[in-house]
């Protein structure tokens, strides 16, 4: 189900100070990097992630497949960062941003 445009201003405030968790490199997105990806939302629910891609176009183009691959709804891109969000089957309240963030 799509986030809603609340739902995207909390996710927003929560993720505003979190630091990218994964880095894309030269090889783009390998399977390597969406299964590192996958266990990141899992753990963490919402993420940030650096990608590096020459072209505007071409670094939309991976956030939308980084998406696609992961089942992962894009909360907000700022120039080569990504906030992406996952709900967990099983959030763990110390690793989940989402959780600790309520605790607050």
Known sequence: MPLSPLDKKRLRRIGHHLKPV??????????TFVEELQARLEDHELIKVKISAPTRD??????????????????QRIGNIALLYRAAAKPN????????AQDQ
């Open 22 to 31: 994964l880095l894309s490199g030269d090889k783009g997105l390998s399977d």
């Open 58 to 75: 071409e670094r939309a183009r991976m956030i939308d497949e980084l998406c696609e691959r992961s089942g992962a709804e894009l909360v």
């Open 93 to 100: 309240p110390k690793l989940s941003n989402i959780l600790r």
